[in-house]
């Protein structure tokens, strides 16, 4: 009488191997978006130290420019944008206090009443232009070319100074500082 044995497995079922790779796969998605949003996150924090050392070197110069030339027998309205520009950069579109762009990584410095198509994504966009004021620009509007740049707007006629910043989506902040 012949015994019958069991035969042993060498391997795994297409089952088990199914069940292995969807386990896989959900975890790298999840790790996947935990990373994007995170590096999403931390270039939003640098938008936000960057906005607040623009605003405390920018303040710092608006008296003395209100003294000199806004209220002083040398009035000039184009005299401050011009001015900051001069000021903020050393070589063409490059910046004295070297802020980079987090999406583009630029250090372009941009004074004009809009953003020029081969310019993407400055680091910093001076402008006097009314639609682009903190109160006028509207929640859902998206600023493609302005992606990640911080937005000093300002009027010389008078010395309201804003400083904001355009997040990674395209969006405004929900931060500004403002002076006056």
């Known amino acids: 009488m012949k015994i019958k044995r069991k035969q042993k497995k060498n391997g795994f079922t297409m089952v088990e191997i199914l069940v292995v790779v969807a386990i896989i796969g959900i975890l790298s998605s999840l790790v996947t ?5 995170s590096i999403k996150r931390a270039r939003e924090a640098q938008l936000k130290v960057m906005m607040r050392n623009l605003a405390d070197d920018l303040l710092s110069y608006a008296p003395e420019y209100d003294l000199k030339h806004r209220w002083g027998k040398n009035y000039d309205e184009r005299y401050l944008n011009g001015k900051l520009e001069k000021l903020w950069e050393n070589k063409p579109f490059d910046n004295v206090f070297n802020h980079k762009n987090p999406f583009s990584f630029s250090k372009v410095v941009l004074n004009w009443r809009s953003v020029p198509g081969y ?62």
């Open 119 to 180: 310019l993407k994504n400055p680091a910093i966009f001076i402008t006097n232009n009314r639609r682009y004021s903190y109160d006028r620009i509207p929640p859902n509007r998206v600023m493609k070319r302005l992606k990640g740049s911080l937005v000093v707007w300002m009027r010389n006629k008078y010395s309201r100074v804003e400083v904001y910043y355009v997040n990674m989506d395209g969006k405004k902040s929900h931060y500004k500082i403002s002076g006056e």
């Open 33 to 37: 978006w935990n990373v994007s949003n």
